[in-house]
């Protein structure tokens, strides 16, 4: 069976980000950009689970601006089969990607779609279980265990208070937590031999998709800043001024 | 204009995160329904009636609801979003669960982690793991929202709302629950503790982790939270992860020790009242964030303040 797993560019993690003077955004020009990490987590699962044996062949779909053919060319390196890139240069939102995966989907019929379970830039953790519901497949998020078997995913997943696990039927969307594995490191030959690989390269229109996005940011800007704070020479006086002065314990 | 919250309950109580989405709904204008889904959940619906501020509670009762699967309580949600402008989850791995699956299926986009309700269109979420604050309009027939339960106030109680039993959908089929393992805590609830004592990889060991630890979370009433790496090392359960991608807290106090203060950790503690740092180092991020930083030894500063309180 195939598996389709979705790839995003983001601003690499490492990064502190400056919010724009202007209040329209966060300054991503001249920004070191990587594979959202969660993402990473998904291909390396994916590819795991090819060397299982329960995947024959794993997709990687990136959707955004043309650079994100170096995140795909990533995923090849880590050991993705081929890839595909819906460009396009709007702003997408997580309806519009998953629409584009659903999409996408129809076409290559996978029978499991692996997606991080949230990209660090928007934070929204939202573009899997949209496309299991548009899709009308069952969902397993924030999955930290995945076993293949008759048909079926058993996935542990990391809920508040512990852990819960859920079989669901495949086809399936499954979205990746933390704990699920550690990526690889892609090793040179790997990269040398990704840049081999295949990569097409489709439009939203192509795949009748309409990515206008449904939200519009009126305006960004900085979290509000915290007072300087002091340092304590000894315990006696933190235990002294938490006591007295911030009168919190 | 009518506001559905959808409730996060254990059958028996409702989870604290639902009276601070309730609030949130509030916030929105017009009145605030309250679902409770669930299976012999009649308990969760009598305390749902009871906050004040809700004119009704809706209460769908079936086995298939039990387990609370995400295709089957969206399925329920979407039964009754007609009815609704707004539709609000709180923002838990549950929330954040179901949320996309019923904003997907009303073709509307979501809004996730909603510290702040500008007007019922216009909303204020943390976006680069908090490093920046989006103001975002929905321009969608339904607004569907996940609310970050520490940008609101619990709502209180003293409301009487009568409870309406609605037909529960069918079960959808494809997911089964099989399991779960719950993190066994005596504990005040990390989310909704006043104060918080937390743990880095400094510790060095699980076993060090509460030994020097608990005595303190003992003598304040905490609960016990760790950073990412302590966790990744295994020195603490996942469940205690504070941060981007764990919980995200605001108590009264917030103790870090032996924490550096990583971007994805300061995200998920920066809103907390006072903040305290133990470290060794006096470099560590930590203390740009911290009212009151102690740099010392934690092995010998945490025990010390224990003796001291």
Redesign the interface.
Known sequence: MKALVAVKRV?D?NV??R?KSDGTG?DTANVKMSMNPFDEIAVEEAVRLKEKGAVSEVIAVSCGVTQCQETLRTAMAIGADRAILVECTEEL???AV?KLLKALADKEQPQLVILG??A???????????????AG??????A?KVEIADGRA?VT?????????????LP?VVTT???LNEPRYVTLPNIMKAKKKTLEVVKPADLGVDVT???????????PK??A????P???T??A??KTE?K?? | MTTLVIAEHDHGSLKGATLNTVTAALQCGGEVHVLVAGHQAAAAAQAAAQIAGVTKVLHADAPQLAEQ???NV?AQVLALAGAYSHLLFPA???G??????????L???????VTRVDSPD?FE????????????????KVKVLTVRTTGFDAAGAGGSAPVESVAPVAD????????????KSDRPEL?AAK?IVSGGRALGSSDKFNEVLTPLADK?GAALGAS?AAV?AGYA???WQVG??G?IVAP??YIAAGISGA??HLAGM?DS????AINKDPEAPI?S????????DLFE?VP??VR??
């Open positions: 601003v993690y502190k980000v919010v966060v939102q997580p309806l998953a379970k949230q660090i830039d928007d934070d929204c953790n939202q573009t899997g279980q949209m496309l299991a519901a548009l497949w069952p969902q397993a998020t924030f930290s058993q997943r990391e809920v508040d208070g512990g852990l819960e696990t859920v079989s669901v039927a399936a937590d933390l704990r996005p449904r939200l519009k940011t009126l305006k960004v800007s900085e979290p915290r007072g704070g002091i340092k304590v000894d315990v006696a933190l235990v001024k938490l911030a919190v314990i | 699967l995400a295709e969206a838990t791995a549950h954040k669960n179901v949320a996309p699956r019923v904003a997907a299926l073709d509307v986009a979501q809004v996730s982690d216009t979420r943390p976006i680069y793991a908090g490093n920046a604050i989006a103001v975002v309009q929905s321009s969608d959808g089929g494809s997911s089964r629950f099989v399991g779960r393992e719950v993190t989310t104060i304040l990412r990744d359960p996942n469940d981007q991608t919980k009264s106090l971007i994805q920066k009242k006072v903040i305290v203390f964030v911290a009212d009151y930083g102690l740099e010392a500063a010390e303040l001291q309180l």
